[in-house]
């Protein structure tokens, strides 16, 4: 039977403490640490072959041996051990493909795909028939059959989203939209399906409580926290969609945001290197000062381009021309290292630096943790 739920005693807190200070990293014998907002950690004596971090305070990753295993909260089990614990004695054959989100750790081991929610793992689909991760976002996880019907998963239970197959589809935060078999745009938000429109939009965008596409009119229209407005902007070469924002560059070649339900003009020439992550854009001028656009408010942070930087949801990181690390931090303006910094990761709000081969700090939540000499 699909979707069986179980629950499993992992002693997992999803949401407790300092969840967002968790960061990989190794020391100069390639040992793997992680620092969870209660000190340093090892987890491997030996370098992994991959990790991947989330913003729920877990981490998921690959071991030397090919195990796949997972952090949360100081303890370290691998997929063998649930599979044990749950009384679920189906073979892992090969490295099962995991992808790891905001609320949601999701993988697949031979045909089986697997979610983990909260404090539990829930089995999605026994008899999954593709070689790939299903469709996986911040809150959403999205498979077929194999044949017509389509499954969604969602505040921890799983549902036919439609029976008839679907076409054209985009993933992305807490938001699906697909064409079904009549014709229609349709998206899942918060819980239902809804029509967006009864035609195929010639372009369109999705992302965290936002849709942007193409009206029948050629002009751009938004869904935006649950409502659809119209405008009269015609639809532009250059589009971008962020956590409930548009962005594009209007036939004047400005760039424009639209947030709020409001379109900013935010500059007089085109820009230069955009990027957007979550709900930070970045942007220079041909004068190379560096923009960075965070919820409502357009920031000035240099006057130069940094050498390098990072963004995730609510933190922009960068290397100044000294080398040194700032922040923009909630809309903050920070100094994050005093000392040259020879490399440095962000993983959602903490970042990793290291001032010297043999030394790593990691800040987060404005304070500074010092891991070696």
Same mark, same amino acid.
């Given at each position: ?5 179980? #629950? ?23 040992? @793997? $640490? ?66 790891? +989100?905001?609320? #949601? ?10 979610? #983990? ?15 790939? #991760? ?7 996880? @999205? ?5 017509? +019907? ?5 505040? /921890? ?46 372009? $369109? ?22 409502? &659809? ?11 971008? +969609? /962020? ?22 003009? &935010? ?61 923009? $931090? ?13 490399? $440095? ?29």
């Amino acid at each position: 039977m699909r979707y069986i739920l179980f #629950l499993f005693a992992f002693s997992f807190s999803f949401f407790c403490g300092n969840s967002q200070c968790l960061a990989p990293f190794q020391d100069i014998y390639n040992a @793997v $640490y992680v620092y969870d907002g209660e000190g340093f950690k090892q987890v491997e004596r030996f370098p992994v072959k991959s990790f991947k971090v989330g913003r729920n305070g877990v981490m998921a990753y690959i071991d030397t041996s090919g195990d796949m295993k997972v952090y949360n909260h100081g303890l370290v089990s691998t997929i063998r051990d649930v599979l044990f614990k749950t009384k679920k004695f189906s073979l892992v054959v090969g490295v099962p493909k995991y992808v790891v +989100t905001d609320n #949601l750790m999701v993988y697949l081991s031979n045909t089986t795909i697997s979610a #983990l929610y909260a404090d539990r793992f829930i089995t999605l689909d026994s008899f999954y028939r593709h070689d790939g #991760l299903p469709r996986v976002s911040d809150s959403l996880v @999205v498979w077929d059959d194999g044949l017509h +019907t389509t499954y969604i998963f969602y505040d /921890g239970a799983a549902r036919v989203l439609d029976a008839n197959g679907i076409h054209r589809s985009k993933i992305a935060g807490n938001i699906f939209a697909y064409m079904d078999v009549s014709g229609k745009f349709k998206i899942f938000y918060h819980g239902r399906v809804q029509v967006l429109e009864d035609y195929e939009p010639a372009k $369109y965008l999705v992302d965290r409580d936002m849709v942007l596409y193409q009206d029948q009119y050629g002009h751009i229209k938004f869904f935006q926290d649950g409502r &659809l407005h119209e405008t009269d902007i015609p639809m532009p070469d250059e589009y971008w +969609t /962020g956590n409930g924002f548009g962005a594009y560059i209007s036939p004047a070649n400005n760039l424009v945001v639209y947030y709020n339900g409001e379109a900013t003009t &935010l500059t007089g020439e085109k820009p230069v290197g955009l990027k957007i992550k979550e709900n930070i854009m970045t942007y220079a001028d041909d004068a190379n000062n560096f923009f960075c656009w965070y919820k409502g408010k357009k920031y000035m942070l240099e006057n130069y381009i940094p050498q390098s930087y990072k963004a995730s949801k609510d933190i922009l990181v960068y290397q100044d021309y000294t080398g040194r690390l700032k922040a923009l $931090y909630y809309g903050e303006q920070l100094q994050v290292s005093d000392e040259i910094v020879l490399k $440095y990761d962000l993983y959602n709000e903490t970042i990793v630096y290291s001032p010297e081969i043999n030394q790593t700090r990691v800040w987060c939540q404005k304070k500074v943790f010092a891991y070696g000499n």
